[in-house]
């Protein structure tokens, strides 16, 4: 797989060059394919991934997408395309990101979900599942806790016990809060496993247990979201 596959469009991935080292970032980049166990909640292991959504290997891929605008992911304030995850899963599926997009089948509302079956071999993923964030103008943090609230629904609907997780925010170009997106994904995950848990113990569900989630960061942007997983980690776990 190139380099450039690997590096782009990752979950909380760069910004332009001349903003790569803020609050949101560190000023040392993490290396390509380093991962970290940033702890646990329930039994599920919160494992930091610096890889891109077209490149990761789990069962399923989730990735994140503002409603459709024209030419969005190669705007101006979308990242370089070399950088870009969007613009490498569009690569990956031969355009038809965009085609879905383009056309209405996916409109993008927040929370809207669509599933995919990538051609073999176009992807690491065999499934990817894409999760809308509505009117990129109207988005806020909190919304990320509903988002990874039903990545995991729906992950655990499809049978899977891993999943990869991409929010693209900064691919699509919006300078989001890292370490507080991060954490707020890894609370909505787990609100979804323990209302699965609850519907088990009341035989009301047969699904498998979820037993790990990558979280996808950007090489600048790898040790502020594990620093937000880890704070999200230790909030949930005191309750």
Sequence with gaps: MKKSLLIAGLAFSTLTFAQTVTANS???????????????????????????????????QVACVFEYTDNDIHSAQALPANLNGLVHLDDALKGEFTKIRQSGQFKGHALETILITPPAGSMSAKKLLLIGLG??????PELMTSVGEVAAREAMRLGVTNFAFASDLKDAGIDSPTALVAGNVVKGITLANRSETYLKEHKLSTTKKLEKVYLLAGPSFFEVAGGGIKDAIAEINKK
């Design 135 to 140: 009117d990129r103008n109207n988005f806020t």
């Design 26 to 60: 560190s000023p040392t980049p993490a290396k390509i394919g380093t991962s970290k166990n940033w702890g646990s909640v329930d039994g599920i292991s919160m494992i930091g991934l610096v890889q891109g959504p077209s490149s990761a290997n789990a069962q399923l």
